[in-house]
């Protein structure tokens, strides 16, 4: 089993900034994907980016967030981060992570029908 534990959001006026953390533990001492995803009210979840949590991998980036959003992984095992920068008040949404270890190598996908272990999500708002 693996737990996700996210934090960081809160209320945020327009143009600003925020940074989100995922704390994944249990059984993870193999490689897997980690992602975040965000769900707006009255929309589907939709993925924001993911990566291999071994290796020197990259991130793959939805369109709808590339320049705005970036995701990196911290010193820490296990732990993933979200930079939000220049956040509108459509970014309002419950942002999660999410992880997965099937073997998708450093292909990583997007779209969250493909994991499988999610935190409770952490929930920002952004005011104009």
């Known amino acids: 089993q693996v737990q996700l534990v996210e934090s960081g959001g809160g209320s945020v006026q327009a143009g600003g900034s925020r940074r989100l953390s995922c704390v994944a533990s249990?059984?993870?001492?193999?490689?897997?994907?980690m992602g975040w995803f965000r769900q707006a009210p009255g929309k589907e979840r939709e993925g924001i980016g993911a990566?291999?949590?071994?290796?020197?991998?990259?991130?793959h980036y939805a369109d709808s967030v590339r320049g705005r959003f970036t995701i990196s992984k911290g010193d820490a095992k296990n732990t993933l981060y979200l930079q939000l920068n220049g956040l509108k008040p459509e970014d309002t949404a419950m942002y999660s992570c999410?992880?997965?270890?099937?073997?998708?190598?450093?292909?990583?996908?997007?779209?969250?029908?493909?994991?499988?272990?999610w935190g409770q999500g952490t929930q920002v708002t952004v005011s104009s």
């Open positions: 999410a992880a997965d270890f099937r073997p998708w190598g450093m292909s990583c996908p997007i779209s969250p029908v493909h994991y499988n272990y």
């Open positions: 249990g059984d993870t001492s193999s490689h897997y994907c």
């Open positions: 990566i291999y949590t071994g290796g020197r991998s990259s991130v």
